[in-house]
């Protein structure tokens, strides 16, 4: 069975950083396309980054975190990891990392696999 799980939410106060850690089991993340995704309330679920699979390595990021995100993988661990630096109030949301099985990763919400999400907020 297929299982993606997010940890490291939390609370944070603007202009800080957090690290969110995707950790997999039933598959084996260097062959997925992996992506993290955030829905803020009331709005719809956005792509924020995205890393190609391990033959590629290639990562991609939303505009609005340009600069301030990385996206990584530890294939030892078979995690992924979101480093996100430089937080804004408009960062706040529940984050989903999903995985997807396609020649490249895209920032659209149509993955295959779905962790179950963790929440950051950022606010004073």
């Known amino acids: 069975q297929v299982q993606l799980v997010e940890s490291g939410g939390g609370l944070v106060q603007p202009g800080g950083s957090l690290r969110l850690s995707c950790a997999a089991s039933?598959?084996?993340?260097?062959?997925?396309?992996i992506g993290w995704f955030r829905q803020a309330p009331g709005k719809e679920r956005e792509g924020v980054s995205c890393?190609?699979?391990?033959?590629?390595?290639?990562?991609y990021n939303a505009d609005s975190v340009k600069g301030r995100f990385t996206i990584s993988r530890d294939n030892a661990k078979n995690t992924v990891y979101l480093q996100m630096n430089s937080l804004k109030p408009e960062d706040t949301g529940v984050y989903y990392c999903?995985?997807?099985?396609?020649?490249?990763?895209?920032?659209?919400?149509?993955?295959?696999?779905w962790g179950q999400g963790t929440r950051v907020t950022v606010s004073s």
């Open positions: 890393i190609s699979s391990n033959s590629d390595g290639m990562t």
């Open positions: 039933g598959l084996t993340l260097d062959d997925y396309n």
């Open positions: 999903a995985a997807l099985s396609f020649p490249y990763c895209y920032l659209r919400p149509a993955y295959d696999y």
